[in-house]
T-cell receptor, first 110, second 115 residues
Framework: GENVEQHPSTLSVQEGDSAVIKCTYSDSASNYFPWYKQELGKRPQLIIDIRSNVGEKKDQRIAVTLNKTAKHFSLHITETQPEDSAVYFCAAPNDYKLSFGAGTTVTVRA | EPEVTQTPSHQVTQMGQEVILRCVPI?????FYWYRQILGQKVEFLVSFYNNEISEKSEIFDDQFSVERPDGSNFTLKIRSTKLEDSAMYFCASSGGDPLTGELFFGEGSRLTVL
């Protein structure tokens, strides 16, 4: 099955700085790569996704890059704000499910 | 905006008791899932369901677990005889397209506490 590795497990950044989270996947057939944000006690919510026909996608302060050859994809958050503090999960599809990474706890220091 | 709804939001049960967690997926969605998340850990896949049958299940989803879509709207997860290690947040999710291409929408979750 799909194995999704996510790094780092925790990330502390100064407000205004950038945050980068990286994930690798094992199934070369995967072609859809979402990122979910989970605030404390809440459900995971999709913040951005990318499909394998593009290498980069941007939505305001959030961007995702994909390297299919190396089988890794990354989440970039620029100009971080306190409300960006949360757990972020990458995911990749395999058969009939999405497999999630272990999560990255991002803390934005004021 | 349509959303996935789950009940109960929190259930406390004694070890060995049966629990049923209920979900109402988004109405035009075809793919349904249960995931669980032990406190502070990753979101783990339990089971996927399509066309009134299980598409895939994980090693966690043993004989104590079952899913059902008893009518056109509800999707339930039953744990027959709960164990302490079943304590977790259980998320129902649905998707309008197959999981290779479509966004997964999560419910708010049902927190299960087994004493």
């Amino acid at each position: 099955g799909e194995n999704v590795e996510q790094h780092p497990s925790t990330l502390s950044v100064q407000e205004g700085d950038s945050a980068v989270i990286k994930c690798t996947y094992s199934d070369s057939a995967s072609n859809y790569f979402p990122w979910y944000k989970q605030e404390l006690g809440k459900r995971p919510q999709l913040i951005i996704d990318i499909r394998s026909n593009v290498g980069e996608k941007k939505d305001q302060r959030i961007a995702v890059t994909l390297n299919k050859t190396a089988k890794h994809f990354s989440l970039h958050i620029t100009e971080t704000q306190p409300e960006d503090s949360a757990v972020y999960f990458c995911a990749a599809p395999n058969d009939y499910k999405l497999s999630f990474g272990a999560g990255t706890t991002v803390t934005v220091r004021a | 905006e349509p959303e996935v709804t789950q009940t109960p939001s929190h259930q406390v049960t004694q070890m060995g008791q049966e629990v049923i967690l209920r979900c109402v997926p988004i109405s035009n969605h075809l793919y349904f899932y249960w995931y669980r998340q032990i406190l502070g850990q990753k979101v783990e896949f339990l089971v996927s369901f399509y066309n009134n049958e299980i598409s895939e299940k994980s090693e966690i989803f043993d004989d104590q677990f079952s899913v059902e879509r008893p009518d056109g709207s509800n999707f339930t997860l039953k744990i027959r005889s709960t164990k302490l290690e079943d304590s977790a947040m259980y998320f129902c999710a649905s998707s309008g397209g197959d999981p290779l291409t479509g966004e997964l929408f999560f419910g708010e979750g049902s927190r299960l506490t087994v004493l």
